[in-house]
């Protein structure tokens, strides 16, 4: 940009300040950042670096995007059951206890799939990873499509619930690890992005479906989900294996190749090469016991490693214990107390929660680089905090009113926006940077698994505990919850903006650094001013 200026401006005859520095000629000089180059060679230079520059963008665009897909499934099944259950309830006839199981059981059988996907993605790759999970996946699909009972019904779930929880955990692993630094946040929350588009694709299928007969109905929304899929195998043609990993296997030209992809200068590729390869030089006299080293470390970890372990997995848990997904799978049964009546009516207010979800989240990608993990927090479980406590006293004192229905519906799309502008998609970015290279898969496993517990202890309990103490109520625990989330955030949560994964680590080794914040409250007010 500033080489076309510095050349229209000779061109016109009209100079700066400086303007005794140019010589008018074929090849003119100037001086720039205190030395001589010719503008002949300056411009050749610039054209060069901003086509190299935008092919490595967009190349790493592209790979994050089909990572990603995973993340469609998970999302697709999360909004698509929420209304699915209402004609599942209607054709089997099951009851609130099997309601309960059927909608949980994903998030409980799918730590399971965590817990093997980090010791997986180290035996075949990341790439390989991320296969296995559609297929898995894809196989839960079509049995729970074809199911002609609950038993069977069930079945497909415990299949589908396997491959969500090697998606969710491999997809921001292998991001991370092929992302610049400067670009790493706003990557590693697509996996959010691509959730939240599922979940508003599933809330579009509830409602495009919901007026064939009921035996059918939820076998077509339920059967959609194998289609992300179909992308997902094209996509395996696309993205490479991630570079950090094969550094791990000692392919070290096959990681070069990809970091030159991936990085928009030869030395930047050398500067990230011998980065992993100093992370992973400590691993090399462990490979005997390396999985029983890593989950001893893990399991009874030093001082940094805990902090980092405190971080990552309280972020995991508070990201969920804060309702959400409560508030997504059970959306129609929050409408239904707000006293909203009729199936179509019910699915159409989700279709808004969905739009909102999504819309919010693409807000997040662009902030999160630019202003920081920490404000994005702040602002995000300080909003939802309060949209919690607005939806409790709606629920509770203007209940089937069109005053009531209106609050219930802003306070659910206000929760939701604040998650998908934080914590939603943070958190991923989170546990996916601030472990070191010999632990990050099985610690972000880790941290995933305390994601789904905690999404299947809340979703196989709501309607039971909603029955207790009411619907309002349960919403009034969450926002106590919440306001507990802030509390964490400003304890425990440092801030990795901009930093690469080896200087974070480093953050954990210091206490100070680590509970100390280079992002204080009053940065998340001055972003508050923005919005």
Known sequence: MGVEENRNAGQNGVFGSDSSEFQLG???????????????????????????????????????IFASLNSVLLGYDVGVMSGAILFIQEDLKITVVQQELLVGILSIISLFGSLAGGKTSDAIGRKWTIAFAAFIFQTGAAVMALAPSYEVLMIGRLFAGIGIGFGVMIAPVYIAEISPSVARGSLTSFPEIFINLGILLGYIS???????????????????????????GFALFVIPESPRWLVMQNRIEEAR????????????????????????????NAENNEAKAIWREILNPSPPVRRMLITGCGIQCFQQITGIDAT????????????????TQLLAATVIVGVTKT?????????????????????????????????????????????????????????????????????????????????????????????????????????????????????????????????????????????????????????????????????????????
């Not at 001589?36 to 790493?60: A, H, L, M, Q």
């Not at 997504?328 to 009729?342: D, L």
């Not at 927090?377 to 629920?395: D, F, K, Q, R």
């Not at 905690?454 to 309990?461: A, E, F, L």
Request: charged letters at 20%.
């Open 206 to 232: 509830n409602y495009a479906f919901s007026g064939l007969p009921v035996h059918i109905s939820w076998r077509v929304m339920l059967g959609v989900g194998i289609i992300p899929s179909v992308f997902l």
């Open 328 to 343: 997504v799978y059970y959306s129609p049964t929050i409408f239904k107390n707000a006293g909203i009546k009729g199936n």
């Open 26 to 64: 074929s090849k003119n000089k100037y001086k720039r950042m205190k030395s001589e180059v010719t503008e002949e060679e300056e411009e050749e230079e610039d054209g060069s670096f901003t086509k190299e520059n935008r092919g490595t963008k967009k190349y790493v665009f592209a790979c994050a």
């Open 257 to 284: 190749i990809v970091l030159t992809k991936t990085n928009e200068s030869e030395k930047e590729v050398e500067e990230r090469l011998a980065e992993i390869q100093l992370a992973a030089a400590g691993m090399a």
């Open 359 to 531: 819309v919010f989240i693409l807000v997040a990608i662009f902030l999160i680089d630019k202003v920081g993990r920490k404000p994005l927090l702040y602002v995000s479980t300080i909003g939802m905090t309060t949209c919690l406590l607005g939806l409790s006293l709606a629920l509770a004192f203007l209940g089937n009113g069109k005053l009531g229905i209106g609050l219930a519906i802003l306070a659910v799309c206000g929760n939701v926006a604040f998650f998908s502008v934080g914590i939603g998609p943070v958190c991923w970015v989170l546990s996916s940077e601030i472990f070191p290279l010999r632990l990050r898969a099985q610690a972000s496993a880790l941290g995933a698994v305390g994601s789904r517990v905690s999404s299947g202890v809340i979703t196989m309990s709501f309607l039971s505990v909603s029955r207790a103490i009411t619907v309002a109520g349960t919403f009034f625990v969450f926002s106590v919850i919440s306001a507990l989330s802030v509390v964490f955030v400003h304890t425990c949560v440092p801030e990795t903006k901009g930093k690469s994964l080896e200087e974070i680590e480093m953050i954990f080794h210091h206490e100070g650094e680590w509970q100390g914040s280079e992002v204080e409250m009053g940065d998340a007010q001055r972003l508050m001013q923005k919005e």
